[in-house]
């Protein structure tokens, strides 16, 4: 009688549910970084940054480890490859959403939003200017024009600051250079805290 070959058991791999799986978390983990980069929540250069990129070279390295060591193990091969293409792409979004550093990177952008000066507010705003012009004559601070304009909103106080440091720096003799920063640093706080990098929009340009 002919010798048979013995019976190599096979083993049975139970599926997983979705959300109990690893490739489902990295690719989950893929998707939040990504936006959170595109939403302006990571700021490149920062910390942060620094660490998800170097969280995401870690995590790239431990799927390739993984993934051959499962293949030449003939153990869930195909759950390896899924792992390795999750972490990979993690890299990926991170490298790519990352904005370039270097001595050639761009400054500090402006927001895209426009506040228009002279639109419905322009009489309110003239008001408002000519109110902040005579406080800085009498000696007021630009600290306490900073606090007044962000009492007015940004519509109307907002444009009447940008029209003020506009009319500072450019209408007159050249200010003390103290002055001039003092002028330029409330505006950029005033656009920073209280109306979100917006750039106004005035008669005599954008600022």
């Not at 700021?43 to 942060?48: E, I, N, S």
């Not at 000519?130 to 009492?151: M, N, P, Q, R, V």
């Not at 330029?184 to 106004?200: P, W």
């Amino acid at each position: 009688m002919p010798e048979t070959a013995p019976t190599v058991p096979t083993a049975t791999v139970i599926a997983k549910p979705g959300p109990r799986t690893t490739e489902f978390w990295l690719t989950l983990l893929v998707v939040l970084i990504s936006q959170a980069y595109a939403v302006g929540l990571v700021g490149a250069g920062t910390p942060l940054d620094k660490g998800l990129s170097f969280v995401a070279g870690a995590l790239a390295a431990y799927g390739y480890a993984g993934a051959r060591a499962s293949v030449k193990g003939t153990v869930h091969a195909a759950s390896a490859v899924i792992r390795a293409a999750a972490v990979g792409l993690l890299a990926i979004a991170l490298l790519h959403a990352a904005p370039a550093c270097g001595p050639n990177q761009p400054g500090p952008v402006i927001g895209t939003t426009v506040i228009d000066c002279t639109g419905q507010n322009a009489s309110a705003v003239a008001t408002l200017f000519a109110d902040f012009k005579a406080k800085l004559t009498g000696g007021g601070s630009w600290a306490l024009i900073e606090a007044d304009a962000k009492s007015a909103g940004v519509a109307i106080g907002g444009c009447a600051l940008a029209l003020l440091v506009q009319d500072y720096l450019g209408n007159r003799g050249a200010p003390p250079r103290a002055e001039g920063n003092a002028a330029r640093a409330a505006l950029e706080d005033f656009r920073a805290k209280v109306a979100g990098g917006a750039t106004f929009k005035t008669a005599a340009g954008n600022l």
